[in-house]
Nanobody, 123 residues
Framework: QVQLVESGGGLVQAGGSLRISCAAS????????MGWFRQGPGKEREFVAA????????NYGEFVKGRFTISRDNAKNTVTLQMNSLKPEDTAVYYC????????????????WGQGTQVTVSS
């Protein structure tokens, strides 16, 4: 079992930047791929970004278009999502996810989820 806790959400103006982080605890000795999903008001949860254990491979949702960057620090058991050029449509609860099966699994159907952090982008 691994526990995931997100932090860093908040309110930002359109065009601004925000960095959200996720701290993993528990059975972190396993090599987990990590990812981010989001769920906007009245929308289904969608994939945002993922990164493999080593950090050498990343995936992004099509809507990201170079605006977001996922990274990780395995020494600190954290994963970070740097979000730039934010738009009002990026408003959502952002969820951290983890899966020991690798980046494909964490992109599609992760085993572990955090509670989420709210990101609100004002126009």
């Amino acid at each position: 079992q691994v526990q995931l806790v997100e932090s860093g959400g908040g309110l930002v103006q359109a065009g601004g930047s925000l960095r959200i982080s996720c701290a993993a605890s528990g059975r972190t000795s396993n090599k987990y791929a990590m990812g981010w999903f989001r769920q906007g008001p009245g929308k289904e949860r969608e994939f945002v970004a993922a990164i493999n254990w080593s950090g050498g491979s990343t995936n992004y949702g099509e809507f990201v278009k170079g605006r977001f960057t996922i990274s990780r620090d395995n020494a600190k058991n954290t994963v970070t999502l740097q979000m730039n050029s934010l738009k009002p449509e990026d408003t959502a609860v952002y969820y951290c996810a983890a899966d020991p099966r690798g980046i494909v699994a964490v992109t599609r159907s992760p085993d572990y989820w955090g509670q989420g952090t709210q990101v609100t982008v004002s126009s």
